[in-house]
């Protein structure tokens, strides 16, 4: 590859703003709804209404700060540290499980303590197998069976060890997001069929003998049989739908807020469906999917092999985790436990997004 | 290209593109399906939650929160066919005015509550008829029949029912979870004894009225058990209309403030436990203590004296001259194992842990300042938590509000003891920091002000100077009380707290404790059994008899039909009429009129709007 050429004709091209004030504006309208969901729980909990607020907008700050500075980084660099990057995450993934560096919470080990500091290594385990990934289909030779091995070990080394944490959320979004990549490669489709079906008997398995995943299927399909216990935070969401119409009960109006758990984090849409309706909903869903199919068509302009299946990959990751989470709170699927990207209360979650959005716009410059 | 190579595939693109629109679609769909054509059955739209959530009772099964199903009504503007008539007919049935349902209908929403909190029979007589655009939702109302008794203690509920602040919230799930059939949670029976908690309220308010203090605190607790017995805070709220307030916090777990003197008592027990008390010493003071430029100011010059007068005078100098020759090590040890920089652990939400500076940053100054109790805070409930363990002669135990939990139809009771008690300092420590504290409340004492008659009162008195980030400010104070009955063998503690009073008098011993005095002779009756060491309290007297004229009405009204019966039996026996369910509202002959036998009283109950 000539990296030459391009560094300089990356000199003379643009950020593409537009995108740039896209991602702004769908993060300015999540901190609104944020402090509109948590300012109850967290005057209740911390004493101080904005307590969560003013945690989420200087993360938000930071990460706005991270992205203007990702954006700079020519995306060449992240072809050199895939491998590192790739190797540092497995090492994360495998920290989470060590006594005293590794924290559990309910019973999940997933985070890894450093200090003040609260790491989810998994957040940067799905970047890491996205870039890898890039860097070795970017190789425009065709893939032979070594190849094709070797990414299926790629995807499926961090997969298992995301899914002993037990995280099965944030593992399947991980195996969608990397198959859909290896779609717009020339991974053979028949080799993708043939593993969807050898893993078939073991999804069956782990639905039936993992008792949380069963206890979530089973709220899904009759929420009403499980309504105070496993389906309680649905129903609470069917009902912020009900509540909101068509255009909401106007934002921190809503009552239903109280009633979700997971109101600031997970289910942060089912308050955009109470406080400003079917109207607010439908805004959300064309940001976010109007950003990712925008993205996705810049993208495809990309001529450089390894710069566009970077960007696409992160885009993918950005619009299925999007999707998993949305469907949660639509009732569309049982519970798994992934945030809304942007959106969601939580440092390591924007920080993450924010840095590899920068990455999506630098390439950008390249179409 | 050759062959072998593969190539950027754009039409694999499209397809992705298309799978995102087409999700796109389906999620708007689904969303405008969740709006409009909700899956909750239509039947259950109305309701919010079918779980009767769980009562609150005191130690004496009287109830303190208790729910009922109301209805409340709201409006859809848009929906409503004919404005004059629903408009006419809404302010007949609900007694409001019509312009003030128009205005309501011309506020640009889509759905506006009308009333809330509307007694059955009423959202009925609406209901039938068939108003469109009228609508219903069962919501469940919470009453505290004892209004502003123990607010900021129980908390309140939300307009959906939901615990939000105190017991309330911190229980939410307990009083609401459906535990067996009935459709009920489970109930709460408090350590509060409301009798106590009403005297304590009653004098505390006063104070905090008479002072024009900013805040104040008393909480009262059994020395042996950690049973908190009262807890109260002003400024108070009424939980049965709580939203017009902006004050909630429980003081007594939230507030974190220097303890000044009161801290004195924990200083000393280190230094006997430590036998590091020299106590045929005597100190000097010029009315400062100084040591290398620092200068801390003493309350008066109080000359030569033992440690006994030093405690009794609350001198600064006398007892920072005696502390310092405890190493800053085992003098922070002490502390710790006294409980502070830690949180109680009581089951109340959003609990401080206050303030212990740790050792490395003792300079000078923080060791002059921590023996009289500033530059460390503290919660009234750790300063309680340690002050019992110097009444139970040297355990340190956790404080405790949950006397037990029993299921909705009374089969499954838990009951809460206290299982950590830990040994802090020897016994014989404990009672000879116990003889230093009675000397307070005697003749010449700080706190002379809280002995009462011929009993036995142990305490300490406290004024602290308050200090923001920029240092103390003049003029500001705080002033406490923490005192101990009986005495010698203690079996309450109580601790009595002002911020910031206002007036001639500002001291701890000049105004906290009277205050002290004045509840304990209250409840002295209640929790003095005698001298018997390691006693429980007595059983259900807590029924106070209020002896009423025999040919005055008496005021029933707000009383519990259990209230009424006993002191009808009690003191006007006769023919009576009661009739209704829930609080007295109206009785017949009005409160105050002349009445002689034979008695025939009639008494309507109901539960207050």
Redesign the interface.
Known sequence: MDFQSFKTSLKNSETNYLYFTIILIITIFGLNILLASSS?LAS????DAYYYFKKQVIYALIAVIILIIFIQIPYTFWYHAAWPIYLISILLLALVFLPYIGKSAGGAYRWIQIGPLTLQPSDLAKFSVILLLSRIFSN????GNTKIAASLIIIFLPVSLIGLEPDYGTAIHLVIAAF?LL????FPLSAMGIVFITSLPAIYLSIRKVTYIWERLSAYLD??KYR?ERAYQL?AS??S??????????LGEG??R??LQARHTDFIAAIV?EDL??AG??LL??LY?SF??YG??KL?QVEN?FG?LLG?GIL?LF?TQT?MN??VV???MPTTGINLPLFSYGGTSILTYMSILGIVLNIMRDS | MRK???????N??Y???FI??I??LL??F???K???Y????VN??DKTDT?KRGTIFDSHNHELAVSRDTFSIALRPKEIINHEQTVFLLSKILNLSEQSIYEKLNIN???VWLKLNLPLDTADEIRKLKLPGVVFEKTPQRFYPNQELASSLLGFV???H?G??GIE?QFQELLT??TTETHAGNNIYLTIDAYIQHQLEKSLKKAFIKTQSKKALGIISHVHSGKILAMASFPDFNPNNPYNNTQY?NLAI?ETYEPGSTFKIFILAALINENLLNKSKSYYCPGYFEKKGNKINCSGKHGRQNIMDVIKNSCNTGIIEASWQMPVLRLYENLIRFGFGSKTGINL??ESKGILPNPDKWDIFLKMTIPIGHGISATPIQLIRAANAIGNHGFLIKPYLIEKISSPDGKKIEYFENSSKIRIISEESAKEVLKFMTAVTQKGGTGEKAALGEFVISGKTGTSIKSDNRGYLKGKYQSSFLGFFPGDFPEVSILIWLDEPQGQYYQGGRIAAPIFKEVLQEIITLVHKGNTFNTELLPDISFKKNKYSQNKMPNFLGKSKKEIIFILNEQFQGKHTIFGKGYAIRQEPAPGEKISQPYNFKIQLDFPE
């Open positions: 109850f209740q909990a911390h004493g425009t030779q065709k893939s859909l779609f717009l490669t020339d929420p009403y105070y129903i069917y009902r739908f009900l509540a909101g119409g068509t255009w909401g009960k106007g009552i239903r109280h009633n469906a309706g079917f909903i439908f869903l064309l999917f990712a199919a996705l068509f495809s092999n566009r696409t993918i619009i999707m949305l469907a639509f009732g569309v | 072998n190579y593969w190539e950027h595939n754009k694999r693109y397809i992705i593109q995102i629109i999700f796109f999620f708007t689904r969303a405008y969740l709006s409009f909700s899956p909750i059955p259950e739209r779980i929403e889509n759905f939300g307009r959906d939901e939000l602040e919230y979870k459906k916090k939230t939400p959003a």
